[in-house]
């Protein structure tokens, strides 16, 4: 994950130092919370030419609580001092590589835009599985034992994303998601924080 990071941020430097470059062309980082069904952070690098078409690659990273876990399940004492956090739990790491056609809701301005996004994804996934009740130190230590499983799959992701530029380097994007994969739907929303080169420049004779 930090390689795939670290990837995005030289690649966004790179296109922001480049003043030519931005004279036709937008690349900007998104980042924030993502809520639904996962709940955890989607971060994400954006490209777009002449406000026409767009392409984006990202990390989504989700977590919930165990779907297969007991309905008297008790994390006991242990559960209780640390919050929940041993408790078991389904998670969800997705890369995205998206595709997509922008709308301007605004005229050629393009203070509102709608980005239609969508590609394959690929995900990775540990689930909480094999529960065993115990019958000692339940109090302390919970009333199950369970074991962690991975498994990974490929899926495809619809997320039409609506933007709005505050100015040529910030702004606020909202996308409700569908990740349709190999095991199972993820779904939600994300609030995202939009920086870089938002609003390409007006000196060339585009439409911009």
């Known amino acids: 994950m930090k390689k795939f990071l670290l ?3 030289i690649t966004l ?9 931005a004279e036709n062309n937008s690349l900007y980082l998104g980042l924030g919370p993502t809520v639904g069904n996962y709940s955890g952070l989607d971060i994400n ?14 990390i989504k ?36 590589f998206l595709v997509g056609k922008m709308i301007l809701l605004d005229g050629d301005e393009g203070s509102f835009r709608l980005n239609l996004l969508t590609g394959p994804s690929i995900n990775r996934f540990r689930n909480s599985v094999n529960f065993q009740r115990v019958t000692d130190a339940g109090v302390i230590l919970g009333t199950y034992t369970f074991q962690s499983e991975r498994d990974s799959g490929i ?13 040529k380097v910030v702004g606020f994007g909202f996308s409700p998601y569908a990740n349709f994969n190999s095991k199972n739907m993820a779904y939600g929303f994300d609030i995202q924080l939009l920086l870089g080169v ?8 585009s439409r911009y």
């Open 13 to 21: 430097w790179a296109g922001l130092a480049s003043a030519q470059f």
């Open 155 to 167: 899926g495809w992701m619809v997320k039409p994303t609506f933007e709005i530029p505050l100015g």
């Open 7 to 9: 990837i995005i941020l």
């Open 61 to 96: 990273t989700g977590i919930r609580g165990a779907k297969n876990k007991p309905d008297d399940f008790s994390g006991g004492i242990l559960g209780l001092l640390t919050r929940g956090l041993t408790n078991p739990k389904d998670e969800i790491t997705s890369y995205q």
């Open 45 to 58: 690098f954006n490209y777009a030419f002449q406000r026409s078409w767009s392409a984006q690659i990202g």
């Open 198 to 205: 938002l609003q390409p420049s007006r000196k060339s004779n």
